[in-house]
């Protein structure tokens, strides 16, 4: 699939989760394929009716969609996968979705959604981690790239610190203004979760472009498994840290 098509796609499934957008009836219109159908994730089956009647609402949703992917099943069908972490109530609910798009001489329509949900680890191994850095702007961009294309956002900020991770106000990694912050020493890096091989390839190109430093290109280790594909960093003070998905 070319890259114009494949923003294209990307475009138009955000637009499913931007309320400006999802709630605009012309638009919908538009998007939504006359024989759609959802299996949601309750379980239940949804019509193209049942998904164009729906009121109004906020949606706070992770942009960009986490492991966003396309792959074409036949030049004009293409199948998107991405994972979603929405928060309902205040509770971040996190689901694997599917969605099949077919080509029309009008554009992209949308024929079939599926989202399955899926629990992340209750009793996680660590509750956070942090690093010191001597430049907070510099290490914000760089972080704000690398953690983004792994579906990863600020979720707060302050003039001494900023954390990273998906709920408000609840950080998994955090960076803390120190000015005589020095990385650790040899042996040490910090590996985070990808949700695909493109967000390996997204975390390595993207944060290199706002100060990083290459420790790694993205591609498989198959000294640490067959299915081990993984990219490596220096951040701007030095801190070593990896991207990696086992899918």
């Known amino acids: 699939m070319n890259a114009q098509d494949r923003e294209m796609l990307e475009r138009l499934e955000e637009e499913l989760w931007r309320e400006e957008t999802r709630f605009d009836p012309h638009r919908m219109n538009e998007v939504i394929g006359p024989d759609f159908f ?30 966003f992917t396309v792959r074409l099943l036949h030049p004009d ?49 660590l509750h956070h981690i942090s690093f010191g850095v001597r430049d907070l702007a510099l290490s914000g961009a760089f972080y704000d790239a690398a953690l983004g294309a792994l579906g990863f956002r600020r979720v707060f900020a302050d003039e001494t610190a900023i954390g990273y991770g998906l709920e408000e106000g609840k950080d998994k990694f955090c960076l803390k203004l120190r000015h005589n912050a020095h990385p650790p020493g040899a042996g040490s890096h910090l590996a985070f979760t990808a949700p695909s091989r493109d967000a ?41 840290i990896e991207a990696v998905c086992k899918a």
């Not at 164009?52 to 969609?65: D, G, H, K, T, Y």
């Not at 390839?201 to 299915?227: I, K, N, Q, W």
Request: charged share 20%.
């Open 200 to 240: 390996v390839r997204a975390f390595h190109e993207s944060a290199l472009r706002v100060g990083g430093s290459d420790d790694g290109t993205p591609g498989l280790r198959p000294h640490y498994g067959p299915t081990y594909y993984a990219a490596f960093l220096i951040d701007p003070d030095g801190h070593r």
């Open 38 to 67: 959802e299996f949601g994730r309750s379980g239940r089956v949804y019509a193209r009716e049942d998904t164009l009647s729906v009121p109004r609402q906020p949606i706070e949703v992770v942009f960009p969609l986490p492991g």
């Open 77 to 125: 069908i293409a199948q998107v996968t991405y994972n979603s972490a929405v928060t309902y109530d205040g509770v971040v609910q996190h689901a694997r979705r599917s969605s099949i798009w077919s080509r029309t001489s009008d554009g992209w329509v949308l024929r079939f959604h599926q989202g399955t949900p899926y629990s992340v680890s209750s009793n996680p191994l």
